[in-house]
């Protein structure tokens, strides 16, 4: 509305346009609405303002010095709700609620107030100083939030006016931004976080000065928490408030570690923090949410979380997905495929049709393959398109489709749609019932390359697992060309690198011969400050490439069991994932727990 409203006020003559880019650029730097900046700068008077704009959206004017609010209007309208939207409940007639605002172009805020109450909603404009007011003297004993001995309420937070000034910040490389209005320095997390908390314990009042106070420290530990999950290569940060604790793990390499413990008063200033940031409904506690929040790291780095709170016994649970597009790894050669393996997976890559499926647990590096096949596939002669639950990159190219299964946005649908849409190659997400997977064979049997994901244990299963969702066995060996099981282990760090002595029957029992049991090097990593003590740093896949050859084709036309096809898979060529590895572990990649953990004994 911001631009909008400016330059209807240059075209009406009311301010021109270089007091509008005055007003702008004084925004960029201090934030705060327009309005307010052109009547901060003298450009306007309030009174002018809400006269124009009552005439621009058709809507009565009013002083709300003049009215009285019914104290059960605030009962409608709560505290949280009225400062988030700086709107203020002024009577209400039947099912009719009429709400004061200095912004009525805002179609969103009326319909949230619409959706939250039950109410019609009718609007009247008001200046945004009397709003504030209003909503200070009739919401009082609300406002007066931070008591003498902890926080106790979410609202200590106004993330959208919060702005930092470039002394706030010194190391570009490790500064971090969010929608263009906030930087910080998070150089030294520690005493950043250490910085916010005593902020936070000194706070004894309970005046509105103490109030915006907390705000500061608040920002500053969240982006710290953001930034040093980056710093650290996490995958996820996991924020956890309990009865009498509250903590922060985040995930690394696939493991939990505590980051941080804090004070269980600040739990719900924490999870507001993240909701404002990533545009989630603050008052809505009761109900998950799920939302994105996009940071500019330095100059060029942009990394999105991925944000969805639950709500839990003693507050809401949130998790955050780091999304790092310049840490996704999309060359096929570096993943983790041995020479043969590599070879089928890139021989049915190029066949002109037919399914190739991915399948391992929840985690296990799926999204990855998939999306490093498209990339080697993804040329200007080719029409890809995908259908992800979520898309959690974007690519230049590929046509990529969210599933939205509560508006009936369904994989099956997409995928029907993609059939009318002239595809070459498509992916879908995940084949996770029978209409899906029906059509998914359909098209891999009319000319389409389709790859897909399932959760199975290995690849010779998979076959199972598409017979028990009610494909017919001829379908099966027909479209299907290939099938690849994944599982992550993490890498040996190479800093701290050192050679371990295992016995050599354990050796044995693990899969080695007696020949290669007595000569093979095995490593393991010390510890050092570079992979923070773990010994290891980074992950690598373990791939079992299964490609469907006519006598494993045959064998599905008469019912073969998933062992049986896992034993002509291996007599013909197929690597297990234990034999997987322990090419690994004989390579110095990883260890024996690593590979231990993760498979099968074959």
Known sequence: MASRLGQLLVSSGIITEEQLKEAINLQRREGGRLGSNLIKLGYITEEKLISFLSKQW??????????????????????????????MPVARVGATLTIAMSDPSNVFVIDDIKFMTGYNVEVVVAGESAVINAINNYYKGKADVVAAKGISTQDIIKAKDYTLSEEDFKDEEHSISFDESLTLDVDEFDKVV??????????????EDAVKEVERPIVKLVNGILINAIKERASDVHVEPYENSFRIRQRVDGKMYTVMNLPVKIKNAVTSRIKI??????AERRLPQDGRIKLKVGKKKEIDFRVSTVPCL?????????????????????????????????????????????????????????YS???HLNKVGVNISTAEDPVEYNFLGINQVQVREEIGLTFASALRSFLRQDPDIIMVGEIRDFETAEIAVKAALTGHLVLSTLHTNDAPSTISRLLNMGIEPFLVSASVILIVAQRLVRKVCADCKMEEKVPVPALVQLGFSEEEAGTVKIYKGKGCPVC????????????????????????????????????TAVRLGMKTLRMSGLIKIKQGVTTVEEVLKVTFGD
Not at 72 to 86: F, G, S
Not at 341 to 368: C, E, H, Q, R, W
């Open 277 to 282: 940031m990533a545009n989630l409904d603050i």
């Open 58 to 87: 058709g809507v009565p004017a009013i002083n709300l010095a003049d009215y009285k609010i019914d104290s059960a209007l605030l009962k409608i309208i709560p505290y949280e709700v009225a400062r988030k939207y700086r709107i």
């Open 194 to 207: 250490g910085e916010a908390l005593d902020d936070i314990e000194v706070i004894e009042e309970t005046d």
């Open 532 to 567: 923070n003590g773990s010994g290891y740093k980074g992950r690598i896949a373990l791939y079992e490439v299964m490609p469907l050859k006519e006598e494993l084709k045959e064998m599905i036309l008469e019912g073969a069991s998933a062992d049986d096809l896992k034993k």
């Open 314 to 370: 003693f507050g809401e649970r949130t998790v955050l997905r780091l999304l790092d597009k310049s840490n996704l790894q999309v060359d096929l050669t570096k993943l983790g495929f041995d020479e043969d393996s590599l070879g089928d997976f890139m021989s049915a890559l190029n066949k002109p049709y037919g399914m190739i499926l991915v399948t391992g647990p929840t985690g296990s590096g799926k999204t990855t393959t998939l």
């Open 373 to 375: 096949a498209l990339h």
